[in-house]
């Protein structure tokens, strides 16, 4: 219960308290601590750990359906671990940032600008986290498609996907 406590701490409360107080202290900053004020909060994200834990995590459990089936209530202790670890590390990454962001709002509410902002950065976490968890969600007994073997063909076509974009996303970068 302690460790939970402190991740939650560190992942969410403390980003979101950062945030509110460089929202109240950026109107009074020099442009240069403005800037500066924004590369730390920019800071908070990972996007490239995030995108290398969500390739892998939709890549193990495809695999795990492809091969295994769909995901029932009777799982191993390493089943869980190795299923649900890397996606709440990927899920990790993603947090502080948006957390740090949604209290620099809070803290700095009077700008259009940063309103407008604000609803792409809901857009961008729902698009990041929210994307990677509705493509675990269905590996789960229960989710559409109910069918075992529809199942597997989706996870294949998920597994293919994924494997291509990476080799294009990290082939375009090199």
């Not at 109107?27 to 390739?55: K, W, Y």
């Not at 209530?73 to 390493?78: E, G």
Request: aromatic fraction near 14%.
């Amino acid at each position: 219960m302690r460790a939970l406590l402190i991740s939650v701490l560190g992942t969410l409360a403390l980003p979101f308290l950062l945030g509110i107080a460089c929202g109240w202290l950026y109107p009074d900053l020099s442009a240069t601590n403005q800037a500066r004020v924004g590369e730390g909060l920019t800071g908070l994200a990972n996007p490239e750990l995030f995108n290398l834990l969500a390739l892998v995590s939709v890549c193990v459990i495809s695999l795990r359906v492809i091969f295994a089936g769909p995901i029932t209530q009777q799982r191993t202790r390493f089943e869980n671990a190795a299923l649900y670890w890397l996606p709440g590390v990927a899920f990790g990454c993603c947090v502080p940032f948006f957390a740090g962001f949604a209290g620099f709002v809070l803290g700095h509410p009077n700008d259009p600008a940063l309103s407008k902002l604000a609803v792409l950065a809901v857009v961008a976490f729902i698009w990041s986290a929210g994307f990677l968890f509705a493509l675990l969600l269905p590996a789960h007994v229960g989710f559409p498609p109910h069918d075992p073997e529809t199942k597997r063909k989706a996870y294949k076509i998920v597994f293919i996907s994924a494997v291509a974009a990476a080799v294009w996303f990290y082939g375009v970068q090199q």
